[in-house]
C-alpha cells in the first residue's frame, strides 16, 4: 500500500510491479500519478487516522510505504505491531515527517553540524526567533513538501508576511516553523543512500542540484566533490539511518561551503532530485533500488554508468486536463529523454513533468545540464 500516489510514487509502483507485486495506490485527490498504474486506489484523507485505519483493515497489506509528509505516521507503530512493515521503519517515518523531530536528532542527539536553527508557532516567536538567528535566514514549516511554506527572509519587513506563507503552505495541521540560519553554500548535494534487510549500507554517487522557491528545479549526476567530503557524507548518511532504522533508499542532503559539510534534510523514499538517475546514470534508478531494498532483494552494488541531468517542467497557472506542447521538439536532440507526470491539475510552478539527458562518463557535465535546461524550455503545459 502506497500511501502518496505523485510522480515518485508512479516510478516505484512501476518498479515493484515488475517485480510482481499487487499494489493499491492512496491519495487525498483521484486519478493521481500513482493510482494511474496500480492495480487499486483509495481517495482518503491520510491526516484522518480512522480513515486510514480503515483501508488498511479493509486491504490488509503486506507493506506500507509512505510517499508524502501528511500522514498520521502514529498509526504506523500500530501497523508495525500487527505484522506490517512500515517502510523503512514506523520510527523512521515518525521521525522524518516532521523537521523538529530529524533536525533534534541530527543535532543534539547525534551531534551533527547543521545550520543554526530555533522554532517558532506564532508570528511573536517567529519575530523573537529571527532577531536570535539574525538576517538573512530560512523559515519552514516542519511539516511541507517541495518547498511549500518556505522563504528566505532577508529585511525584518518580511517577517508577518514569511509566516503567513508558511501556515498556506504547511501540511497537515501543525503550525510551528523552523527557523535557520543561512548557509552560505557553493554546492547542494542528495546522497542517496540503501539500507537493506541482508546487505551492507550502499550509496549512490552523489548528485549536485539546484532549488527555486525551496523546489528542486534541476539536478545532476555525478556531482564532482572532495574524496574526504564525500567520505564524511557517507558516515554521516549511515550514522543517520542507522539510528532511525530500517530498510529503502533514503534521500539524504547536505551542503558544501567553504567551511565543510552541513547535514541539511533527510527523506525515507525516492527524492525528486533522483530522477537523474531515470537517465540511466547508474546500473539501478533510484525507484529500482527502493523496490529491491523493500522488499528484501539483494543489491549486489551500484555503479555509475553515465553522466546525466534533469530538469522539470513547470505549469503556469491554475488549470484542468493539462496536455504538452514541444515534446517532439525536445525528443529531436540526442540522448533525450521525457517524463510527463500525469497530474490531472495545474497551479503555478507545478512540476508536471521531467527531461533527462544522458553522456558518457567523463563529460562535461555543465553541458548535460545546459542541454536538460534547455529541452524542458520546449516543452509547455497548456491546461485549461
Known amino acids: 500500500m502506497l500511501l502518496g500516489s505523485g510522480e515518485l510514487g508512479k516510478e516505484f509502483v512501476i518498479a515493484v510491479k515488475r517485480l510482481g507485486f499487487y499494489v493499491i495506490a492512496v491519495d487525498s485527490y483521484n486519478n493521481a500519478p500513482a493510482q494511474q498504474v496500480a492495480d487499486e486506489r483509495e481517495v482518503i484523507d491520510m491526516l484522518d487516522g480512522s480513515a486510514?485505519?480503515?483501508?488498511?483493515?479493509?486491504?490488509?497489506?503486506?507493506?506500507i510505504v509512505p510517499e508524502i509528509e501528511a500522514i498520521r505516521t502514529e498509526r504506523f507503530y500500530d501497523y508495525e505491531k500487527e505484522g506490517i512493515q512500515v517502510v523503512p521503519s514506523a520510527r523512521?517515518?515518525?521521525?522524518?515527517?516532521?523537521?523538529?523531530?530529524?533536525?533534534?536528532?541530527?543535532?543534539?542527539?547525534?551531534?551533527?553540524?547543521?545550520?543554526?536553527?530555533?522554532?517558532?508557532?506564532?508570528?511573536?516567536?517567529?519575530?523573537?526567533?529571527?532577531?536570535?538567528?539574525?538576517?538573512?535566514?530560512?523559515?519552514?514549516?516542519?511539516?511541507?513538501?517541495?518547498g511549500k511554506g518556505q522563504s528566505t527572509l532577508k529585511a525584518e519587513a518580511d517577517i508577518e508576511k514569511a509566516w503567513n506563507y508558511s501556515q498556506s503552505g504547511k501540511r497537515g495541521d501543525i503550525a510551528e516553523v523552523i527557523v535557520e540560519s543561512f548557509v552560505k553554500f557553493h554546492t547542494e548535494i542528495t546522497l542517496l543512500t540503501v539500507t537493506q534487510q541482508n546487505g551492507i549500507?550502499?550509496?549512490?554517487?552523489?548528485?549536485?542540484?539546484?532549488?527555486?522557491?525551496?523546489?528542486?528545479?534541476?539536478?545532476?549526476?555525478?556531482?564532482?566533490?572532495?574524496?574526504?567530503?564525500?567520505?564524511?557524507?557517507?558516515?554521516?548518511?549511515?550514522?543517520?539511518?542507522?539510528?532511525?532504522?530500517?530498510?529503502?533508499?533514503?534521500?539524504?542532503?547536505?551542503?558544501?561551503?567553504?567551511?565543510?559539510l552541513y547535514f541539511s534534510e533527510l527523506s525515507p523514499r525516492p527524492h525528486d532530485t533522483g530522477m537523474v538517475t531515470l537517465a540511466g546514470t547508474q546500473n539501478l534508478s533510484e525507484f529500482e533500488l527502493h523496490a529491491r531494498a523493500v522488499l528484501g532483494l539483494p543489491i549486489p552494488e551500484i555503479t555509475l554508468m553515465k553522466a546525466g541531468a534533469s530538469a522539470v517542467v513547470l505549469a503556469d497557472k491554475v488549470g484542468s486536463n493539462?496536455?504538452?506542447?514541444?515534446?517532439?521538439?525536445?525528443?529531436?536532440?540526442?540522448?533525450?529523454?521525457?517524463?510527463?507526470?500525469?497530474?490531472?491539475t495545474t497551479r503555478p510552478y507545478r512540476r508536471m513533468a521531467v527531461t533527462l539527458v544522458y553522456d558518457q562518463?567523463?563529460?562535461?557535465?555543465?553541458?548535460?545540464?545546459?542541454?536538460?535546461?534547455?529541452?524542458?524550455?520546449?516543452?509547455?503545459?497548456?491546461?485549461e
Not at 55 to 63: E, L, N, T, W
Not at 99 to 113: C, V
Not at 366 to 377: F, K, L, P, T
Open 52 to 63: 486510514l485505519d480503515t483501508i488498511v483493515a479493509r486491504h490488509k497489506p503486506d507493506i
Open 92 to 146: 523512521a517515518a515518525n521521525f522524518t515527517m516532521n523537521r523538529k523531530a530529524i533536525r533534534d536528532l541530527a543535532s543534539i542527539e547525534l551531534g551533527l553540524r547543521t545550520a543554526s536553527y530555533r522554532y517558532a508557532d506564532s508570528l511573536e516567536e517567529l519575530q523573537s526567533a529571527v532577531r536570535e538567528i539574525g538576517i538573512p535566514c530560512v523559515v519552514k514549516p516542519l511539516m511541507s513538501s517541495s
Open 201 to 260: 549500507t550502499l550509496f549512490c554517487p552523489p548528485i549536485g542540484h539546484r532549488q527555486e522557491r525551496g523546489d528542486y528545479q534541476e539536478s545532476w549526476q555525478p556531482c564532482l566533490i572532495s574524496d574526504a567530503h564525500l567520505q564524511e557524507a557517507q558516515e554521516i548518511a549511515d550514522k543517520v539511518t542507522r539510528s532511525l532504522t530500517g530498510y529503502g533508499i533514503w534521500g539524504v542532503e547536505f551542503f558544501l561551503s567553504d567551511d565543510g
Open 322 to 344: 493539462p496536455h504538452y506542447i514541444g515534446v517532439e521538439d525536445a525528443l529531436k536532440e540526442p540522448r533525450t529523454d521525457i517524463r510527463i507526470f500525469g497530474k490531472p
Open 361 to 383: 562518463l567523463g563529460s562535461d557535465i555543465q553541458a548535460v545540464r545546459e542541454d536538460a535546461i534547455a529541452n524542458a524550455a520546449k516543452v509547455k503545459v497548456i491546461s
